[in-house]
């Protein structure tokens, strides 16, 4: 049986019932993100999870239609159970949902050890590795998503607040509903530290930003707006989708990452003002290995078929393997502040990416440039989008897969059994959409030929 504290359950349940709640969700992350829980009362709180909630082990690699991945460990073992500890720190009233309560949980597996193919442990476990040089990574969430709302057309949706031009315009020009605005106000109740709002480029896009904070509460602030997100379109009859590209005449949506790293004792460890462009050699080793393991972090920053429609010329995602100061049109961005707020943006992520792995992938990166002392190339001057000036990023997810499968050093941080089960999850979509015929497909065939 797993080791578990279960100290804490008896005197969380007995405050949880003083504020008027009498369930508590207990949720955590599959491989894509999506947020599997059980509600559980309150007054069988305490011996309910004091031995770990079950779950069908299989349940991590559930796909978006419902078909089950034989990951390991799953279907071909009999479908056996996994268990889930709610980490009691995590447990946050829903004030959308009056009663209910949401704590994040750690996955287990019958014999007590941990599951090493859950995100969130993964991203654990690179924590640690950075904690064993003394350093705390710290990471700041941006995430863009669309707002849909329902239609007569055979699709079912359309944009909602449909409008050109509405980049960061405020009020009801780009929100007729107050949509935007009533969800930043109910996320603010909500203790994810969310910060502020805006309209984005295209018609009903918007960006949400989240405080920044050590790197694991970071993913699970991130992986509970995503599912607040939705569950607060849904209140409205609306649908939120993180889709990184789900319109062909709008851009995509990305997940960018603000990161820095700090000695235990709160001193920033990238900032060095006697250093070129201020950099600390942390700070550039950390960006060093980030260009250099690019290509295999792409798998966990851009996990879907859908994800490589965003990249391009002139879409403001990155296109190639480059940093830049203070320029948008590189993948790894480095904002002018220093001092305390020296930081670098990996803007590589989009929407799609599960919180903890697209936190992981950058921190993995990181993690090896700072240990092999990776050296940067020459920083990009210009306009990013030449590809004389720098490698190319994967055009697909079958190309990035393959180089995470490659990049040995990579898969040795990460774990060699969250690799495998990531793996066969994701070629697994990629061997069903090959055999599935697109509109585009349809409409490009059918009348000529």
């Known amino acids: 049986m797993a080791h578990f504290d279960t100290s804490g359950l008896q005197p969380a349940a007995d405050r949880l019932a003083a504020e008027g709640i009498d369930v508590v969700r207990i949720g955590y992350a599959d491989l894509i993100g999506t947020d599997r829980g059980r509600d559980v009362l309150v007054n069988h709180f305490a011996r309910t999870v004091s031995s770990g909630v079950a779950f069908c082990r299989s349940v991590l690699g559930t796909t978006p239609r419902g078909g089950v991945v034989d990951i390991e460990g799953g279907l071909s073992d009999g479908l056996p159970d996994i268990l889930a500890f709610p980490d009691v720190s995590t447990l946050l009233p829903v004030p959308w949902e009056p009663g209910v309560a949401h704590a994040i949980a750690d996955l287990y597996n019958a014999d007590g050890t941990p599951a090493e193919d859950s995100p969130r442990h993964v991203l654990r476990t690179i924590v640690e590795q950075f904690e064993e040089l003394d350093m705390v990574p710290m990471v700041g969430p941006e995430l863009e998503f669309y707002l849909l709302e329902q239609d007569d057309s055979h699709q079912g949706w359309k944009r909602y607040g449909e409008g050109t031009g509405n980049v960061y315009v405020a009020g009801l020009k780009g929100d007729p509903q107050n949509v935007l605005l ?119 920053s851009n996990p879907t078929i859908n994800s490589y429609k965003r990249f391009g010329p002139d879409t403001l995602a990155p296109w190639l393997i480059d940093w830049g100061l203070d320029n948008r049109s590189a993948m790894v961005r480095i904002p002018p502040e220093r001092g305390s707020s020296a930081r670098l943006e990996l803007r590589l992520g989009d929407s799609s990416a599960n919180p903890y792995l697209a936190t992981a992938a950058l921190l993995a990166g990181a993690l090896l440039g700072v240990r092999n002392k990776i050296e940067p190339p020459e920083a990009l001057v210009g306009y990013g989008y030449d590809t004389a000036k720098a490698d190319m990023l994967p055009t697909s997810l079958s190309e990035a897969l393959d180089a995470l499968e490659q990049d040995k050093e990579v898969c040795e941080v990460l774990g060699s059994r969250f690799v495998a089960a990531f793996l066969a999850y994701k070629r697994d979509e990629i061997t069903r959409f090959n055999s599935w015929i697109t509109d585009w497909e349809f409409q490009e065939y059918t009348y000529h030929i």
């Open 182 to 300: 009533d969800s930043l106000r109910q996320l603010g109740k909500y203790g994810i530290d969310v910060v502020a709002a805006n309209h984005e480029f295209s018609s009903g896009q918007f960006e949400i930003n989240l405080w920044h904070g050590p790197a694991l509460d970071a993913a699970d602030r991130a992986h509970r707006f995503k599912a607040a997100v939705k569950e607060l379109a849904r209140k409205l009859g609306h649908l939120a989708t993180f889709m990184p590209k789900p319109f062909n005449d709008e851009g995509g949506s990305g997940f960018h990452l603000h990161f820095s790293m700090w000695s235990p004792d709160d001193r920033p460890l990238f900032d060095d003002p006697s250093a070129p462009d201020g950099l600390s050699e942390v700070a550039r080793h950390a960006i060093g290995g980030i260009l250099a393991h690019a290509p295999a972090l792409a798998a966990l």
